[in-house]
């Protein structure tokens, strides 16, 4: 669990970069609020994070699979890797996408049911079971193809790794979670987010 103090702080335009703080500050008050702490603390690293960025925005939300899978999954990612920073963030987000307060409780449950369907319970146990094993097993992969196309798979496998990295520096780092957000998300933001997703899954 986080302690009460960051172990790099967020930095502001001196420390992260003036593009780095542009950046931050958009997706920030896109999503109604401020820049966020995840933003301005690997901001530090200024040229890993813009490459970090591209390849984190081209699972989500610029990714093939449907944006109610993919925050279904970095919720039990979050759930299974204690990340109260990803919960927080992704039970909003979550919320945005489509899932019910019903399904976003039940993914805190060790055994999630209740209102999720049985795609949804798939998706969660290949999220479990990679955690657990760092593989799958034939049996889940048969599963998941039977739901996936060969594209998705890859992408389900390659989000959940990377929210699992997340965590693991999240928590290490002892990133605090954002104050919620003064506002609801703009127009022009959702608007953005749909176009990359509809373009997203047309592509390749």
């Known amino acids: 669990m986080a302690a009460s103090a960051p172990r790099i702080a967020p930095g502001g335009r ?3 970069g003036l593009v780095n703080d542009v950046i931050s500050r958009a997706l920030g008050a896109a ?6 702490h995840v933003f301005t ?5 200024r040229s890993l994070f813009r ?3 591209v390849f984190a925005s081209g699972l989500m939300p610029g990714g093939r699979l449907p944006r109610i899978d993919s925050e279904l999954v970095i919720l039990r990612v979050a759930r299974n890797c204690a990340s109260d920073y990803e919960r927080q963030q992704h039970e909003r987000l979550g919320r ?3 899932l019910t ?3 976003i409780a039940a993914v805190r449950e060790p055994a999630p049911a209740a209102g999720l369907s049985e795609r949804q319970r ?7 079971e990679l955690h ?3 593989d799958l097993s034939d049996e889940l992969w048969v599963r998941l193809r039977g739901e996936l196309s060969e594209a998705e798979a890859i992408e389900l496998l390659l989000l959940a790794g990377h929210y699992e990295m997340l965590a693991t520096a999240l928590t290490a780092l002892r990133v605090q979670p954002d104050p919620p957000a003064a506002r609801p998300p703009s127009r022009i933001a959702l608007a953005a987010q749909r176009l990359a997703e509809r373009t997203s899954r047309r592509s390749g």
């Open 51 to 53: 490459r970090w960025l």
């Open 96 to 98: 945005r996408a489509g």
């Open 31 to 36: 999503a109604g609020g401020g820049p966020p």
């Open 41 to 45: 603390t690997l901001g530090r690293h």
């Open 14 to 16: 001196s420390e992260i």
């Open 101 to 103: 307060s019903e399904q």
């Open 122 to 128: 798939l998706l969660l146990r290949v999220a479990d």
């Open 132 to 134: 657990e094993t760092r």
